[in-house]
């Protein structure tokens, strides 16, 4: 009995201490926030609005931009203070909302679906966020009238607004892939990109064709607010991937030893991505609710995935080797992640958004990197193909065809993928474009001639595989 | 409320002083405290308390600014981040 207490008064003792720190992790942190540029990418405030619906359009804009700015009001002012007082920056705050296409349910017109995407809009605004999420509908079955309706409204909501994304879901495990929905949002994209030529296309970076979209991705622009979420719920996407590269660049070891100090920066990343939210959602009085780690580039220099495939031997990213190297790379991630938080939720993949991540653009110029070898690494881990600059003439079919490639590789394996391309209007195969600002710079690259029509005219639905049936 | 301070800079006499000053104005005691010097940087920690009735802004106003007099970047962070980075 006297020896059990005694342990009892150790461990006690050593608990305390080790609330101490030594020097080295004190200056570990300093070098990963201040010299490695450790930050986190998104905290995203999803809000239900199924109670916003109204008698009518008007009203229901109306309820949603009062709720969204009630709830939200101090969202912005909470994460500077929290990223004061941790020593953290935090690079983006976002809205997600609940599916807009359920409040068309009772007014389902284009009009209609445009003033609701007004009233985000303005919303996003007034507190202060850059993005807002959730113009969305999930048709990966079937259309109701109004997910019709919303889908027919993303070239002239986006084309007006300037903070809306917009989301549709095409696709998924359990219900196969909609191709109808597939055609009519190739032709959405193609229209988005025309109502929004003044500013390069840059309509359609707001827009994003998912199979198995997550309903808990901070990330834009493809968050909402899914509908089996609580009512409010703090959302982080974790930081890009300077900090992964440095840890990449100090070890010289074999391949176990590499996925270890990816690993152990994958946990210490994380954790500061839980800390952030957590505090975040309790001052705010709200519910966390996941970390989503995935490995997202910026536009700044070495914030990039291609500069740490290739830190990891890989002489240029998109030659034999890469697929491997990356699907290495996001599985050791998750590994860390995992480890560090028990919510993990989102996409936790490996984004590779072209013309926002200056290596991978740099690999497409030179011609190393190509369409073929983005979709393969989607097969892998990469959520999808992201951000890819297409000539402006490109056929709505062949958009249809990359999106439904696209799918068939998220339901057979089981995971997210997504397409958000932009069909550059005037622009032809080779040319760059410069959208600015957080979207970057792309090359255009280039599609066959040949198109896919006659199979995609067919519509219909291409069913779940045997391997989903699961039960 | 527990913080961890983290100056670093040029060496020159009266960094430890003006920043331990700094602390001592906005009534934030000191728990530990460890400096090294590798040539001519320096490079000091300080885990401290902040003081009664003082908040976290008004430390790290103050202690930025005195090492910003001196030509020394400090950061002033909560303790729970390390813990969090650290810790398992």
């Known amino acids: ?471 | 409320m527990k913080v961890i301070i983290t100056a670093v800079g040029k060496d020159r006499i009266g960094i430890v002083a003006a920043i331990s000053n700094a602390l001592a104005e906005v009534g934030a005691n000191i728990e530990d405290l460890t400096s090294s010097r590798l040539r001519d940087e320096f490079v000091m920690l300080i885990v401290c308390e902040t003081g009664k009735d003082k908040s976290f802004n008004e430390l790290k106003r103050a202690v930025v600014a005195a090492g910003r007099k001196i030509g020394m970047k400090v950061v002033v962070q909560r303790e729970e981040i390390f813990k969090a980075m650290h810790r398992i």
């Open chain 1, 1 to 471: 009995m006297f020896r059990e207490k005694r342990y009892l008064k150790l461990c006690i003792a050593f608990e305390v201490n080790s609330l101490k720190f030594a020097s080295e992790e004190i200056l570990e942190t300093f070098k990963m926030l201040y010299v490695e540029k450790l930050e986190i990418r998104a905290v995203t405030l999803g809000i239900n609005l199924f109670d916003c619906v109204g008698s009518d359009a008007s009203k229901t804009a109306a309820n949603v931009k009062k709720k969204i700015v009630e709830v939200a009001m101090n969202f912005t002012e909470t994460i500077d203070s929290v990223s004061d007082e941790f020593g953290v920056s935090v690079t983006n705050k976002r809205i997600a909302v609940t599916p807009i296409s359920f409040l068309l349910a009772r007014f389902p017109t284009v009009e209609n679906a445009v003033e609701i995407g007004f009233a985000l809009d303005d919303s996003a605004r007034e507190v202060g966020v850059d993005m807002i999420g959730g113009f969305t509908a999930l048709v990966e079955k079937g259309m109701t009238k109004s997910d019709i309706a919303l889908m027919d409204a993303i070239p002239a909501t986006l084309g007006q607004t300037s903070r809306v994304c917009s989301s549709v879901n095409v696709a998924s495990t359990k219900a196969g892939i909609n191709v109808d929905a597939v055609n009519v949002m190739a032709r959405r994209i193609k229209e988005t990109a025309e109502k929004t030529r003044k500013h390069k296309g840059v309509g359609c970076a707001k827009l994003v064709v998912f199979c198995n979209a997550p309903s808990d991705n901070p990330f834009m622009a493809g968050a909402f607010h899914g509908v089996e979420e609580g009512e409010t719920t703090v959302n982080v996407g974790i930081s890009g991937p300077s900090a992964i590269r440095a840890a990449v660049e100090r070890c010289d070891g074999n391949i176990d030893e590499l996925s270890d100090c990816i690993k152990r920066a994958a946990f210490k990343i994380t954790r500061v991505g839980e800390l952030i939210g957590k505090e975040v959602a309790k001052r705010m009085g709200v519910k966390f609710g996941i970390v989503d780690t995935s490995i997202a580039p910026t536009t700044a220099k070495g914030d990039s995935i291609a500069d740490v495939v290739e830190k990891m031997g890989i002489e240029r990213c998109g030659i034999p080797g890469t697929t491997a190297a990356v699907a290495m790379l996001i599985d050791c991630i998750k590994k860390g992640g995992m480890m560090a938080c028990t919510r993990i939720g989102g996409l936790s993949g490996t984004f590779i958004p072209v013309s926002e991540d200056a290596g991978m653009n740099r690999r497409v110029r030179e011609g190393v990197m190509n369409l073929q070898k983005l979709e393969a690494l989607t097969s892998v881990c990469s959520v999808g193909l992201d951000m890819i600059c297409l000539p402006g003439d490109t056929d709505e079919w062949t958009i249809a065809g990359i999106i439904v490639d696209e799918a068939a590789i998220g339901i057979v394996n089981d995971k997210t993928t997504a397409v958000r391309i932009i069909p550059v209007p005037g622009k032809k195969a080779g040319q760059t474009v410069d959208f600015g600002g957080l979207f970057g710079r792309g090359t255009i690259m280039e599609v066959p001639k040949w198109k896919p029509a006659r199979f995609l005219k067919r519509g219909g639905q291409i069913s779940r595989t045997i391997r989903s049936a699961k039960n």
